[in-house]
């Protein structure tokens, strides 16, 4: 078909901008090219809008219907970089037997250098998710470094596209260089982000972490446990370090969830005991339907 005869009578924004751009008045310009404006206090409900169209579209494009979800912490290193400040710690106490604050970092630097090992479990489990053929999901992160890069990492060595979520932080401004491209996007609202964590999700892994990998993981509990979401394969790794910060059984005790809530949680210590527990479940849901 010929220019001249569209299919539809209006141009698309995209084929009138690019005819007439050379001669648009930056001091009185179209309203969606105007930053100024879209940035506006009252325009805020549009720039939600925006965060919840963009990846939806965009996913739907590359046919990205299922996901599997990793939470963790950004900040937790490396572990051959975690075995140097445990030395640095140790060589620091050697040399002052006496000062608390040393003592208290050699023991800070021990469970940094424990959380780190399963920065590997985080790779190999990305890398089973990703290969696995009869389910087709989809690794999807934050896009950061630490527990993130480590899972977008896993999915990169199996050949496989990742999602990335990535929110503008000041300290945390851009995604790992495992992520794919395509498949990144930026956040301002940690609200949207997190629903798009989830409208995806047959599955959660969650890695030690702070107060953003907290939320993200309360956020799945609580809307399982409200029956807003279907029920999900929830595996927290590293038991030791969960029941160390979180005391789930104290919030039975105290009469603040029902015991049956812990049914929602299962615990893993190492990426193959994590994936059997997930793609068991997985695999029967698949069988029932």
């Not at 930053?35 to 009252?42: A, T």
Request: a negative charge; charged letters at 25%; one cysteine or more.
């Amino acid at each position: 078909m010929t220019e001249e005869f569209q299919p539809k009578p209006f141009q698309s924004a995209k084929q009138e901008i690019s005819k007439i751009k050379t001669s648009i008045d930056t001091e009185n310009t179209l309203a969606f090219l105007d930053q100024d404006f879209l940035l506006r206090d009252e325009l805020r409900p549009v720039r939600v809008q925006l965060e919840l169209w963009r990846p939806e579209l965009v996913l739907c494009d590359n046919e990205i219907d299922e996901t599997f979800v990793f939470f963790g912490s950004s900040k937790t290193p490396t572990p051959e970089y975690a075995q140097v400040l445990v030395e640095e710690a140790e060589h620091n106490c050697q040399q002052n037997p006496d000062d608390k604050n040393y003592r208290k970092q050699l023991k800070h630097a021990q469970e940094v250098l424990a959380n780190s090992h399963f920065r590997k479990e985080a790779t190999k489990l990305a890398y089973l998710v990703s290969q696995e053929e009869q389910l087709n999901l989809f690794v999807v992160t934050g896009g950061g470094p630490g527990f993130m890069e480590s899972a977008n990492q896993g999915a990169h060595e199996a050949g496989k596209p990742s999602l990335a979520f990535n929110m503008m932080l000041p300290h945390e401004q851009t995604a790992n260089p495992f992520v794919t491209h395509e498949l990144t996007f930026q956040f301002h609202y940690f609200a949207m982000r997190k629903m798009h964590f989830l409208v995806r999700a047959k599955a959660v892994a969650a890695f030690p972490g702070g107060f953003g990998t907290m939320d993200e993981l309360f956020e799945v509990l609580t809307l399982m446990q409200t029956k807003k979401i279907e029920r999900l394969p929830l595996v927290l790794f590293r038991k030791a370090f969960w029941d160390q910060t979180i005391n789930f059984t104290g919030l039975v005790e105290q009469g603040t969830i029902h015991e049956q809530d812990l049914d929602l949680i299962h615990f893993a210590e190492t990426a193959e005991q994590g994936w059997e527990i997930i793609k068991s479940a997985l695999l029967a849901d698949k069988n029932k339907s």
